[in-house]
Protein backbone atom coordinates (compact mmCIF):
# COMPACT_ATOMS: atom_id res chain seq x y z
CA UNK A 1 0.00 0.00 0.00
CA UNK A 2 0.86 3.25 -0.85
CA UNK A 3 1.30 6.27 1.47
CA UNK A 4 0.86 9.80 0.79
CA UNK A 5 2.16 12.85 2.37
CA UNK A 6 1.26 16.32 1.43
CA UNK A 7 3.23 19.37 2.78
CA UNK A 8 3.65 22.55 1.90
CA UNK A 9 0.27 24.31 2.70
CA UNK A 10 0.05 27.60 4.53
CA UNK A 11 -1.39 31.52 4.10
CA UNK A 12 -0.52 33.33 1.81
CA UNK A 13 -1.58 36.66 -0.18
CA UNK A 14 -3.43 37.34 -3.06
CA UNK A 15 -0.86 36.62 -6.05
CA UNK A 16 1.80 34.63 -4.08
CA UNK A 17 2.85 31.17 -4.93
CA UNK A 18 3.48 28.06 -3.22
CA UNK A 19 4.94 24.58 -3.93
CA UNK A 20 2.47 21.52 -2.31
CA UNK A 21 4.73 18.34 -2.25
CA UNK A 22 3.25 14.76 -2.32
CA UNK A 23 5.87 12.35 -0.98
CA UNK A 24 5.26 8.75 -1.39
CA UNK A 25 6.18 6.02 0.93
CA UNK A 26 7.13 3.17 -1.71
CA UNK A 27 9.36 2.82 -4.75
CA UNK A 28 5.98 2.09 -6.98
CA UNK A 29 5.63 5.34 -6.92
CA UNK A 30 7.02 5.47 -10.54
CA UNK A 31 4.18 3.49 -11.76
CA UNK A 32 1.19 5.56 -10.61
CA UNK A 33 -0.05 8.41 -12.07
CA UNK A 34 -0.44 11.29 -9.72
CA UNK A 35 -3.17 14.04 -9.11
CA UNK A 36 -3.79 17.21 -7.11
CA UNK A 37 -7.31 17.66 -5.69
CA UNK A 38 -8.58 20.24 -3.90
CA UNK A 39 -11.77 20.76 -1.91
CA UNK A 40 -12.93 24.04 -0.59
CA UNK A 41 -14.98 24.58 2.42
CA UNK A 42 -18.99 23.31 1.51
CA UNK A 43 -17.81 22.15 -2.03
CA UNK A 44 -17.39 19.03 -3.52
CA UNK A 45 -13.51 17.90 -4.23
CA UNK A 46 -12.38 18.91 -8.16
CA UNK A 47 -9.81 17.62 -9.99
CA UNK A 48 -6.85 20.40 -10.36
CA UNK A 49 -3.84 18.96 -11.93
CA UNK A 50 -2.07 15.64 -13.03
CA UNK A 51 0.81 14.20 -14.38
CA UNK A 52 1.07 10.65 -16.42
CA UNK A 53 3.23 7.72 -14.73
CA UNK A 54 6.22 8.73 -17.30
CA UNK A 55 6.03 12.30 -16.53
CA UNK A 56 5.49 13.21 -20.53
CA UNK A 57 1.94 14.66 -19.80
CA UNK A 58 0.49 16.91 -17.75
CA UNK A 59 -3.50 18.21 -17.35
CA UNK A 60 -4.94 20.97 -15.63
CA UNK A 61 -8.35 22.00 -14.81
CA UNK A 62 -9.14 25.48 -16.68
CA UNK A 63 -9.23 27.41 -13.16
CA UNK A 64 -5.51 26.85 -13.06
CA UNK A 65 -4.30 26.40 -16.12
CA UNK A 66 -0.93 28.64 -16.79
CA UNK A 67 -0.91 29.20 -13.06
CA UNK A 68 -0.38 25.95 -11.92
CA UNK A 69 2.21 23.19 -12.53
CA UNK A 70 2.39 19.64 -11.50
CA UNK A 71 5.84 18.08 -11.75
CA UNK A 72 7.48 14.39 -10.47
CA UNK A 73 11.07 13.60 -8.99
CA UNK A 74 11.32 9.77 -9.10
CA UNK A 75 14.48 9.81 -7.02
CA UNK A 76 12.56 11.61 -3.98
CA UNK A 77 9.39 9.95 -4.59
CA UNK A 78 7.40 13.04 -4.51
CA UNK A 79 5.45 14.91 -7.01
CA UNK A 80 4.89 18.58 -6.39
CA UNK A 81 2.36 21.00 -7.89
CA UNK A 82 4.02 24.90 -8.01
CA UNK A 83 1.20 27.05 -7.98
CA UNK A 84 1.70 31.12 -9.12
CA UNK A 85 -1.06 34.04 -8.79
CA UNK A 86 -3.03 33.03 -6.16
CA UNK A 87 -6.39 34.00 -5.84
CA UNK A 88 -8.82 33.71 -2.89
CA UNK A 89 -11.07 31.30 -5.02
CA UNK A 90 -7.94 28.57 -4.83
CA UNK A 91 -8.57 28.06 -0.77
CA UNK A 92 -9.04 24.37 -0.46
CA UNK A 93 -7.25 21.81 1.24
CA UNK A 94 -5.25 20.01 -1.50
CA UNK A 95 -5.43 16.20 -1.79
CA UNK A 96 -2.77 13.99 -3.54
CA UNK A 97 -4.21 11.00 -5.17
CA UNK A 98 -2.36 7.80 -6.63
CA UNK A 99 -3.51 6.13 -9.17
CA UNK A 100 -2.43 2.55 -11.36
CA UNK A 101 -4.42 0.26 -13.11
CA UNK A 102 -2.64 -3.02 -13.58
CA UNK A 103 -3.42 -6.32 -15.61
CA UNK A 104 -1.82 -9.60 -13.92
CA UNK A 105 -2.13 -11.63 -17.54
CA UNK A 106 -3.82 -10.75 -20.65
CA UNK A 107 -6.97 -12.83 -19.62
CA UNK A 108 -6.72 -11.28 -16.30
CA UNK A 109 -8.90 -8.65 -14.46
CA UNK A 110 -7.62 -5.32 -14.09
CA UNK A 111 -6.23 -4.42 -10.07
CA UNK A 112 -6.58 -1.14 -9.77
CA UNK A 113 -5.01 0.88 -6.71
CA UNK A 114 -6.05 4.40 -6.09
CA UNK A 115 -4.68 6.34 -2.77
CA UNK A 116 -5.70 10.04 -1.16
CA UNK A 117 -3.07 11.67 1.13
CA UNK A 118 -4.51 13.23 4.29
CA UNK A 119 -4.89 17.19 2.56
CA UNK A 120 -2.93 19.84 3.20
CA UNK A 121 -4.21 23.58 3.66
CA UNK A 122 -4.10 26.44 1.35
CA UNK A 123 -5.35 29.76 2.50
CA UNK A 124 -5.21 32.72 -0.02
CA UNK A 125 -6.17 36.01 1.53
CA UNK A 126 -7.37 39.01 -0.46
Known amino acids: QVQLVESGGGLVQAGGSLRLSCAAS????????MGWFRQASGKEREFVAGISWSGDYTYYADSVKGRFTASRDYAKNTVYLQMYSLNPEDTAVYYC???????????????????WGQGTQVTVSS
Open 97 to 115: RADRTVYPCIECQPIRNDY
Open 26 to 33: DQSFSSYA
